[in-house]
C-alpha cells in the first residue's frame, strides 16, 4: 500500500522546503523504497510557463514538456530520475479540471464545492502519480506557507487523505524558519510556534517539524519547538545551512530522520545506502583549483532564474575537479554601459550566455560574445544565449549588420533567427511553445559529439524561435559549422560550433535539464574541463 508524507511550510517561503523534501525522500530511496515527490504550487496559474522567472525563479522543463516550479528540478537532480509534468500540482490545474467536468456535466445535480469536488480532484491527482510510479512512498511538498488563502483546499485534502488511508499510510513534516537574533546570536521559536498553530487549526498535527536556521538549532530552541508542536524533541531536526545543498541528505540522515519517519509510517527501517552520494560529495569537497565562469543574462538579480545551469556548473566542475566561480553579469547593464566588459571579462576562463525572451539586454550580450569570440575564451551559448550568437557572427564575420530574432525586431531585413514553421499560427501562450526531450543527431568529428560521445542524444527544449535555414550556408562559411540536427520532423539545427576556437558552442536545447549529481551533462562537461585549462 503506498504511503504519503505531506510537507508544509511555515513563517516564510523560500527557505529550502524543496530541498528538504528531495533530501527525505532520497534518504528513502537509498533505504530501498521506491519514491517520488509531487509539487503542490497553490497559484492559479496551469503551469509556471507563463510566469516571469522572477516570480518564482527558473521554469523547470519535464522530458515531456512539462513546464514546472523549480523544485521538480530538485526533485530529478536528488533522486537521479526524471519526473513528469504531473509530478507538479497547481490549483489551476485542478479548478480548470473541475469547472470542465461541470460543465460535461459530471457533477449533475449537485452544488459543486471546494469540498468535496475540489479536494476530491487534489487526492485523485496525487493518487494517479503514485501509482504510475508504482511509488512505496509519495512525498508532497504544498508550495507556500500555511495560512495562504490558496492553500487551503490542498491542506484540507492532505488531512482527508489521513483518515482516508489510515494514521500510518500519511505522515506530516513541517519546515520552518527560526531567525537568529543577530545581536545577541538566540534562535527564536515563535514563528515556529505560530506557523504549527496555524496548522492544528486546519486539522494537522505534524509528526516532524523540520527547522531551517542558520546555525545548528540549540537544545533549548529544540526543546521549546517540541512542546509547543507537541512533538517528541528528537523529531524536531536541524536543517541548518550548509555550503552545498547536496550535503543536506547527510545533516538529515545524521538525525535518524529517515528512522523516525519510518517507525511513524510503519515501514521496516533499513540502513540507507548513500554511497553514490558521498562520492559525489568527495568530489565537491576536494580543495580544488577556481574556475571562474561569467554568468551573462537578465534575470540575474535572483539567482535562481537559472537554477539548473548553476546546479549543472557544480556537477560538471566537480567531476573536473574544479571549484566553480560565478561571475554574474546582467546585460542591461552592459548594453547600457554601466557594466565595461573589458574589464569584466579580462581574468575569466569561461563564459555562459544565458536563456531567456524579450528584447531587453539582447545588444548587451552580443557585445559580450563579440569579445568572448575574438579574446578566444571557452563560452557556451544555452538556448537565446546560442540565438544570440548566430545573430553575432551574422552582424561582425559575415557583415549583415543589421540581422536579428524576428522575436527582437520583426521588420530586421535579416531575420537569422526566426519563429519555427510549426509555431506559425499558434495564438495561444501557454504551454504551446517547442518543448520537452526531442531526439537529436549529432555530426561526427565536431567538439559536439566528442563531448557526448556518441551519435544520438536527447535534450529538453523550451523555444519557439530557430536559425533560419537561408542563412546557413554564410554561417557555415564564417566557420560556425552545424553540429547537430533535431530528429523530430522539423529537423532543426540544434548545436552549432565555431571551427577556429578553443571552444564556442551553442544549442537550442538545455543540457542543464538533464545534468544531475550522479550524472553530469557532457556539454557542461566538456565546457568547464575546456574553461579550467583556459
Ligand atoms: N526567446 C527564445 C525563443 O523563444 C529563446 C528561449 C529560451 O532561451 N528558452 O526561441
Known sequence: MTKYVFVTGGVLSSVGKGVTTASVALLFKAMGFNVTI??????????????????????FVTEDGGETDLDIGHYERFLNTNLSKKNNITAGQIYYAVIMKERRGEYLGTTVQ??????????????????????????VEIGGTVGDIEGLPFLEAARQMKLEEGFNSVAFIHVALVPMLKATGEQKTKPVQHSVQELRRIG???????????????????????????????????????????????????QMVHRILANRLALDYREPDLSPWLNFLEKVSKNAKMVKIAMIGKYTKLKDSYISITEAIKHASAYVGVKPALKWLEST?????????????????????????????????????????????????????????????????????DANSSELDPSTPHPVIDLLPSQKGIDTIGGTMRLGAISIKLYKGRKVYEAYGKEIISERHRHRYGVNMKYIDKLESAGFVVSGVSLDNESIVEFMELNSHILFIGTQSHPEFKSKPLAPSPLYLSFISKASAN
Open 114 to 139: 471546494i469540498i468535496p469536488h475540489v479536494t476530491n480532484e487534489i487526492k485523485q491527482r496525487i493518487k494517479e502519480v503514485g501509482r504510475e510510479h508504482d511509488a512505496d512512498i509519495v512525498f
Open 333 to 401: 547593464d552592459i548594453e547600457n554601459g554601466y557594466i565595461d566588459i573589458e574589464k569584466e571579462l579580462t581574468d575569466i576562463n569561461g563564459a555562459l550566455i544565458l536563456p531567456g525572451f524579450g528584447k531587453r539586454g539582447t545588444e548587451g550580450k552580443v557585445r559580450a560574445i563579440k569579445y568572448l569570440r575574438e579574446h578566444n575564451i571557452p563560452t557556451l551559448g544555452i538556448c537565446f544565449g546560442f540565438q544570440l550568437m548566430v545573430i553575432e557572427i551574422a552582424r561582425n564575420v559575415i557583415g549583415l549588420s
Open 204 to 254: 494537522i498535527q505534524p509528526d516532524i517539524i523540520v527547522a531551517r536556521c542558520e546555525k545548528p538549532l540549540d537544545p533549548e530552541a529544540r526543546s521549546k519547538i517540541a512542546l509547543f508542536s507537541n512533538v517528541p524533541p528528537e523529531a524536531v531536526v536541524s536543517n541548518h545551512d550548509v555550503t552545498n545543498i547536496y550535503e543536506v541528505p547527510i545533516v538529515l540522515m545524521n
Open 38 to 59: 509531487v509539487k503542490i504550487d497553490p497559484y492559479l496559474n496551469v503551469d509556471a510557463g507563463t510566469m516571469n522567472p522572477y516570480a518564482h525563479g527558473e521554469v
